[in-house]
């Protein structure tokens, strides 16, 4: 590893390696997207990828782009674009096309809309299929050329970020038996790669970058041209049948589904919004060895996150409790058990992000196994205590409660850096990141006069996850024996809610203050962070109500969702990454904590902001954040230039707000669902749940709105689990 370091001596970093480039937009480029497990791909609208400089199309696996270049031609010229649609299960992308007017000279030889050109692509075991349809409408013989144009650059998903390097491998490029071209990348860090295109049937022309088939077709008749294009990785096996990968992808989206509850409202709008989620949470999600995990999103984050997993997890854990079983075992499996300070990593610490990307291989970029993450260790607690709860499943808990105390004995020991009871971070390397909460924007903590907050930093929704955290760890500690520890833990609980609601309460703010620096001044900022506070439980049921209104005033709440900064506050800005924007999930955790408060109203104006604004987005797909303008008559929220899209916690933020507005708890011990304060927003006269998880209970339920009121009827159960309504 040190003679491969030595030769990217000269690679500079012009940004900072969690630095996302702004160009171009991907809200401009509206791109089609697909994924499945490691591989994903960013395509324009007629299914080809742009070569161009600074472009993100592009067909990626492990963190690299495997193909750069793609671009269909009929006759020498683009085609005319018809239709470009990813299928509701975002397992397909359909593409029709036309054929231009075609001269020779100054005659038309071929009139527009003769050829048709249907494409259907998809992704499966770090292949692309590309099945490609060529049918003459015309009423003579045809005879038509298609070509296809390809490239493969390699680049490090870092560098279109923005990471600037100088040194690279080595690309070969061969042609053999005609039907196939291999890019072969020799790189720095000793992993062979290579991308094989492979083509049936076999080309008229190929050479290194182009494949011509030339095709004569008489009217109504259609010829198909298969491409599939394989990101190997140290020549892992192919598979080059078309019928074996689509049923397999098929297969694998049936079983997805049988997994969840299925969800049924009154509304159109609110069943597309919820079947988008669903269908966007099915892609993202990647098979492991320890079970699925959610990754964070598409195009920058297509990899395991930890807090992210947690919080998706915990948004989706009445829905799909598996999923959390796998979060679970995967981030146990990756939890540090040793310092390093270049990653940010200490004993029990939660993984912040891993990647498998060259750069990261080569340690130029600090996040092949990064532990830079204040909040993942206690979240971790928190979704295993949770997990227990609602499914009452010992054979995890008994696998993890390892785990589970490490991660404490982290908090004791690491995570309160100086001893005062709280827990805050530092940074460890000059390559970590600067903030760690879940705004970890390098300008996201500050002061009331906007100067930045100095280390180590002690933010307030770490603190409450602390609580939560110790809470139910002090409940699975008495379900495995540990009388002890569990006393332990309930006195640690006890003890840092006093000492928080001294030290983060401030009665003039009227909210708990953004965090304490190193010097524990506070920084008196009103901010989105206090609505996490309420999910924590935490808060005083009187100053959970003070937040609760000071986040539904208009220096908040949108129209379209809560900010992340109120408008008054120094680095308010509504087109900032974390200081006055919207995120869903960001919503979602205050709508839950909202509720657990039983303010009822709140969360149902939040949920209809957030399905009014998904509404307005392609495909209504809510994506990672927007701008956080106000909300104007006859104008749609307002997208972020670089927002990722699909999103995994923003994809379960539906989910989790009307989880929300149901008050839906489970207790699989008591072998019941409660439901506190339900009430339904105006858009939903009716919610069908089929088939939710009480333990080793299934229940199917209908929710009626009635005024005010809500009627819940049980519509079949298989079990003994019981419904109990607290009002």
Known sequence: ???????????????????????????????????????????????DLSARPGSPEGLYHEDMRFLSGLRLRIAGK????????????????????????IFAGDRLVLPKDTIHISRMKFLWKAACYDVISVRNFGNQVERVTVALDFDADFADLFEIRGFVRHARGRIDTHVSEQDTVRFDYHSLDGVARSTVIC????????????????????????????????????????????IVAARASRRTLREAARRAAAIETSNTLANEVICRSMADISMLVTS??????????????????????????LELLWVDPSL???????????????????????????????????????????????????????????????????????????TIWPNVKAALAWIDQYGDYDGDGFVEYRRRSEGGLVNQGWKDSGDAVFHEDGTLAEGPIALCEVQGYVYLARKLAARMARAVGEQELASKLRRQAHEIRERFERAF???????????LDGAKRPCRVRTSNAGHVLFTGIASSARAARVAKRLMSREFFTGWGIRTVGTQEARYNPTSYHNGSVWPHDNALIAL??????????????????????????????????????????????????????QAWAAAAPLALLQACLGLEIDASARVLRLRHPYLPELLESVRIDGLQVGASRLDLLFRRHGEDVAVNVLHREGNAEVEVRL
């Open 288 to 313: 492991t060895e320890h079970g699925p995990y959610p990754y964070a999103g598409v195009p920058w984050f297509s990899t395991a996150f930890g807090r992210d997993g947690l919080l998706t997890a």
């Open 1 to 47: 590893m040190q003679s491969d370091r030595s030769l990217l001596q000269d690679c500079e970093d012009t940004a900072p390696p969690s630095h996302v480039a702004a160009h171009p937009s991907l809200a401009e480029l509206r791109p089609r997207t697909l994924k499945h497990d490691d591989t994903f791909a960013l395509f324009n609208h007629h299914g």
């Open 324 to 398: 959390a079983r796998g979060v679970l075992r995967f981030l146990a499996a990756h939890q540090a058990t040793s310092e390093d300070p270049e990653r940010d990593a200490e004993p029990g610490k939660i993984l912040h992000e891993a990647r498998k990307g060259e750069l990261a291989r080569l340690g130029v970029v600090p996040f092949d196994r990064y532990y830079g993450s204040i909040d993942s260790t206690p979240l971790f607690v928190v979704l295993a205590g949770l997990y227990w709860q609602y499914t009452g499943d010992r054979t995890t808990l008994e």
């Open 505 to 515: 309460w401030d009665d003039e703010l009227g909210m708990y203050v953004l965090a």
């Open 199 to 242: 083509f049936e049937p076999r080309p008229t022309r190929l050479t290194e970058r182009t494949a011509e088939f030339e095709l004569q077709l008489a009217p109504r008749q259609r010829r198909t041209i298969l491409v599939t294009v394989h990101c190997r990785v140290n020549d892992r096996p192919i598979e080059r049948r078309l």
């Open 78 to 101: 683009m085609p005319l674009l018809l239709s470009s649609t990813v299928q509701s299960n975002n397992a397909v992308l359909d593409v029709d096309l036309t054929n231009p007017d």
């Open 593 to 646: 904590g909202l509720a657990k408060y039983g303010h009822s109203r709140p969360v149902a104006r939040i949920m209809t902001a957030l399905f009014d604004a998904a509404a307005h987005m392609d495909l209504r797909r809510l994506p990672e954040l927007f701008c956080g303008m106000p909300r104007r008559r006859d104008k749609g929220p307002i997208l972020y230039p670089v927002a990722c899209v699909p």
